[in-house]
Antibody
Framework: QVQLVQSESELKKPGASVRVSCKASGYTFTHYAINWVRQAPGQGLEWVGWINANGHPTYAQGFTGRFVFSLDTSLYTAYLQINSLKAEDTAIYFC????????????????WGQGTLVTVSS | QSVLTQPPSASGTPGQRVTISCSGSSSKIASYNVKWYQQLPGTAPKLLMYSNDQRPSGVPDRFSGSKSGTSASLAISGLQSEDEADYYCAAWDAGLNDWVFGGGTKVTVL
């Protein structure tokens, strides 16, 4: 079955970097894009961006510069790196598979990782 | 502030019908398919509806979706205690070239 398993919670100081991983299984990794979605404490969902199966990233407005997506296709793993962390980056970060095949040809997020809590505090 | 507007809360007793609205400007909803996601407490979101009114396999037919013009709706018929969750609408914003989510609606089963 399709699964996306994310790395454990992280506690970082302001100015540091963090890398969140999202390991896929149960499907052909190189056939689907991966999206990243953020949820600040007690808040709603916010799209961070996506990386297509070829490794080309697209960042949402407000997430350019410090946010970096990458893939390691040999490990079936997608990564989100956040540099120069700020307190306002504190949130749960979800990865989600993009699957037009599951949604009548339109993009949708059909499988999600369990989320990784990133806490930025001095 | 979300560009898709949802009521912050909705509630009903078991067995009742609850409807959640999602409204936005014409460029955001009118021409694009709306998705709905359900987020149970402490868990990741789950795809509940795509293309405005299509249910993925495994989603009970108690859930239904619709769209008219710049507004979309999610209805839950025969409300059950396990439906207590946050519900988010989402659509592609061609102006921003971004996915946008509604602010979420917390459904409480009384």
């Amino acid at each position: 079955q399709v699964q996306l398993v994310q790395s454990e919670s992280e506690l970082k100081k302001p100015g540091a970097s963090v890398r969140v991983s999202c390991k896929a299984s149960g499907y052909t990794f190189t056939h689907y894009a991966i999206n990243w979605v953020r949820q600040a404490p007690g808040q709603g969902l916010e799209w961070v961006g996506w990386i297509n199966a070829n490794g080309h990233p697209t960042y949402a407005q407000g997430f350019t510069g410090r946010f970096v997506f990458s893939l390691d296709t040999s490990l079936y793993t997608a990564y989100l790196q956040i540099n120069s962390l700020k307190a306002e980056d504190t949130a749960i970060y979800f990865c989600a598979r993009d699957s037009p095949q599951s949604c009548g040809g339109t993009s949708c997020f059909d499988y999600w990782g369990q989320g990784t809590l990133v806490t930025v505090s001095s | 502030q979300s560009v898709l507007t949802q009521p912050p809360s909705a509630s009903g007793t078991p067995g009742q019908r609850v409807t959640i609205s999602c409204s936005g400007s014409s460029s955001k909803i009118a021409s694009y398919n709306v998705k709905w996601y359900q987020q149970l407490p402490g868990t990741a979101p789950k795809l509940l509806m795509y293309s405005n009114d299509q249910r993925p396999s495994g989603v009970p037919d108690r859930f239904s979706g619709s769209k008219s013009g710049t507004s979309a709706s999610l209805a839950i018929s025969g409300l059950q205690s396990e439906d207590e969750a946050d519900y988010y609408c989402a659509a592609w914003d061609a102006g921003l070239n971004d996915w946008v989510f509604g602010g979420g609606t917390k459904v409480t089963v009384l």
